[in-house]
């Protein structure tokens, strides 16, 4: 009786939480829905008095760089819903059209971030040549670990993952959007805390977690806090950079 009643306890649970079961498969397709859900509600609060009605009107780039963002949420959700449809070979394919998109945004965004700290200054008046290390950071990380995911493209267990991480960092900027968050410089407590979901993933299905958390997720911890501390203390040599940098 024991044993029986014990397989009945089993089964249920490996069907949700083990290897093949419903976290297993739907993980990734329902994080990319996550990470859009948050890029709609943090960029809805200052899309349209920032962008679309924007007085004066914000640079040409800067729509650029919007289309490009929410390109790359777009194909984050299609490339993990063709892998839960086992389409893998479109996968493979599609990559190709996201190495060059998420090119693109390591480039643009770079180039928005010095545009857009020389429009606050010299167009709004609102002059904060240290946030530099902000965009500067995210584009630095996103770029790494979108190059590993590349680099390691052979291997879906952590070719997925590096696609994580990267993705995540970018969603500091829809945080960002919420003011009490800016405010409180708290935005990268949230990446953080998605970056998290994904070790808990681990934990429940495999067990353990994988070395992309164990060293990716310290790594960018580090990064993270060094540039708050360049922003928000603002040390002689950085801000002397940033304004030469800018042009101001």
């Given at each position: ?6 397989s ?9 939480l ?37 007085a ?12 490009a963002?929410?390109?790359w949420v ?25 190495v ?7 480039m ?14 010299l ?5 904060d ?12 990380a996103f770029?790494?670990?979108f ?7 052979g ?11 990267a ?5 500091g900027?829809a945080f960002?959007?919420?003011d009490?968050?800016?405010n409180?410089?708290?935005?990268y ?19 353990r ?7 990716g ?18 040390p ?6 940033c304004?030469?940098i800018l042009g101001?």
């Open positions: 009786m024991a044993s029986a009643s014990q009945v306890v089993v089964r249920p649970v490996s069907r949700i083990g290897r093949g079961g419903l976290l297993d498969r739907y993980f990734y397709f329902f994080l990319s829905l996550l990470v859009a859900a948050i890029v709609v509600a943090g960029f809805s609060q200052t899309v349209d008095r920032g962008l679309f009605h924007a004066p009107p914000r640079p040409v780039l800067l729509w650029i760089h919007g289309a963002f929410s390109g777009v194909f984050f959700i299609l490339q993990s819903a063709l892998v839960r449809v086992r389409k893998v070979s479109v996968h493979r394919t599609l990559g190709w059209f996201g060059a998109l998420g090119a693109m945004m390591v643009v965004g770079t180039v928005v971030a010095v545009v857009m700290g020389r429009f606050d200054a167009q709004i008046h609102r002059p040549p240290a946030f530099l290390s902000i965009p500067f950071f995210d584009m630095l770029g790494t670990l190059g590993l995911a590349i680099l390691w493209r291997k879906p267990e952590t070719h997925r993952r590096f696609i994580v991480l993705t995540c960092e970018l969603v900027a960002a959007r919420f009490y968050v800016f409180h410089n708290v935005f407590l949230f990446v953080d805390a998605v970056m998290l979901i994904g070790v808990a993933r681990d934990l429940l299905v495999d067990r977690v994988h070395k992309v958390y164990l060293y997720i310290p790594a960018l911890v580090i990064g993270q806090n060094v540039a708050i501390y360049l922003w928000r203390a603002a002689g040599w950085w801000l002397s950079s304004k030469e101001i």
